[in-house]
């Protein structure tokens, strides 16, 4: 399974971005799939993840309202739309697939299988 993240850049706080990460593979399933963020010096933190087969969502306290995941299950392809950016969401923002997460784990990094190579978003003030 090979995950493809894209969509990033520089913007501006209050602008949008969308990422996407497509997942390739004959054999690809998963049961859930995430996006996590890290910022330098900082470690990787949970942002939002879906449950594949019902599109069942998780998200962050801190990103609720302004981030929104979502899944096109035919193209094997998830979403991120990110609003209203601000300079403290500056971050690489990495995407990943578990086929064993449960619920209760989804906000764990360690529970994922395959992670994409991450890609960068800059907010300026």
């Known amino acids: 399974v090979q995950l493809q993240a894209s969509g990033g850049g520089l913007v501006q706080a209050g602008a949008s971005l969308r990422l996407s990460c497509s997942a390739s593979?004959?054999?690809?399933?998963?049961?859930?799939m995430g996006w996590f963020r890290q910022a330098p010096g900082k470690e990787r933190d949970f942002v939002a993840a879906?449950?594949?087969?019902?599109?069942?969502?998780v998200s962050a306290d801190s990103m609720k309202g302004r981030f929104t995941i979502s899944r096109d299950k035919a193209r094997n392809t998830m979403y991120l739309q990110l609003d209203r950016l601000k300079p403290e969401d500056t971050a690489v923002y990495y995407c990943?697939?578990?086929?064993?997460?449960?619920?209760?784990?989804?906000?764990?990094?360690?529970?994922?299988?395959?992670w994409g190579q991450g890609t960068q978003v800059t907010v300026s003030s």
């Open positions: 593979g004959r054999s690809f399933s998963t049961r859930y």
């Open positions: 990943a697939s578990g086929s064993r997460i449960i619920l209760s784990n989804t906000r764990n990094p360690d529970a994922y299988d395959y």
């Open positions: 879906i449950k594949w087969s019902d599109s069942s969502t």
